[in-house]
């Protein structure tokens, strides 16, 4: 009798396990909030993605579609004017990456600090990000007038430079509209920028300036590999923000004068709505698709690479 006793003491009891039911009402709870979501994003972005992509290999007429196959992506390679948007979008996006980054960390670096009247400017700096696209390039086609009447030719008759023809010439357009999307890039890049460099230890300021370290090299040894993850965030936005532009060359030039300033978008859009031609028209879009794959996924793969 005592033998028993001992053996179903020393006897391990079993793990207690939950009902079934008890543990998939987390997870039942979390995807029925998530189901409406879900589907407006199925119905919306993926069902789309897919028909673009079939619609991408066809050459769609009101009547009837034919399949063609890679046709519609042979003209595109074998098209100047794809050629010429492609370039023009490659352009836009590095001016644009390489103008919001420099001058948002310039200002972050200006405006960072516990000063209490910076909210003020962090506020008014961040303005642009927060304005309809569409009023924003409205203003500043009327600041383009490229007439002696236009707000900037006023201002460089101020300091004795002739007016310049901005968005109507074909030297210009591309740059000009660069211009108004690095100002109004930089503002969202500065605050994210404004983010890292609270996160920075200050001691790491002090103990530097402490050992005789000038600004330069707080900068370049302390600063500068603390924001190295924001930096590449920041890269890969505004990188796919410039090669996705369009509403910025649709308002100021709709891709004028004489093509000097089409982008990828802007062609698709007119390929698709205004030519009806839908089949090259998608297949431009995935290619657009593809080219912003490949910069995501090299930027991570670089990344990675850097921080190992």
Do not use: C
């Not at 936005?237 to 990828?264: C, H, K, M, W």
């Amino acid at each position: 009798m005592t033998s028993t006793l001992t053996r179903a003491k020393s006897r391990p009891a079993a793990p207690y396990q939950r009902p079934v039911m008890a543990r998939w009402r987390g997870p039942l709870m979390a995807w029925a909030f998530l189901a409406p979501a879900l589907v407006l994003f199925l119905y919306f972005k993926f069902i789309p993605m897919i028909t673009g992509l079939v619609m991408s290999f066809q050459e769609i007429r009101y009547i009837d579609t034919t399949w063609v196959g890679f046709d519609n992506y042979a003209t595109i390679l074998s098209d100047d004017a794809f050629m010429s948007a492609i370039w023009h979008s490659a352009v836009l996006a590095v001016g644009t990456t390489a103008g919001s980054l420099l001058l948002g960390f310039g200002f972050a670096l200006l405006i960072e600090g516990p000063a209490k009247y910076l909210w003020f400017v962090r506020t008014a700096a961040f303005l642009p990000v927060v304005t309809t696209m569409a009023a924003v390039a409205e203003v500043w086609r009327i600041m383009y007038h490229p007439g002696d009447t236009g707000l900037l030719n006023t201002i460089l008759g101020w300091v004795a430079l002739g007016p310049q023809p901005f968005l109507a010439s074909e030297d210009t357009s591309l740059l000009s509209i660069m211009g108004m999307s690095i100002w109004r890039g930089t503002p969202y890049d500065m605050m994210v920028f404004l983010a890292g460099l609270v996160g920075i230890d200050r001691t790491l300021y002090e103990a530097s300036a402490v050992d005789g370290a000038s600004i330069w090299h707080r900068l370049r040894h302390i600063t500068l590999p603390a924001l190295r993850p924001v930096f590449w965030i920041l890269f890969t936005l505004a990188a796919i923000r410039g090669l996705r532009v369009f509403v910025e060359v649709y308002v100021l030039t709709n891709g004028g004068p004489n093509g000097s300033s089409e982008v990828l978008m802007t062609l698709i859009y007119k390929l698709g709505f205004q030519s009806g031609e839908l089949g090259i028209a998608s297949a431009g879009g995935i290619v657009l698709f593809v080219a912003t794959l490949v910069l995501t996924v090299g930027v991570q793969l670089m990344r990675r690479r850097q921080a190992a």
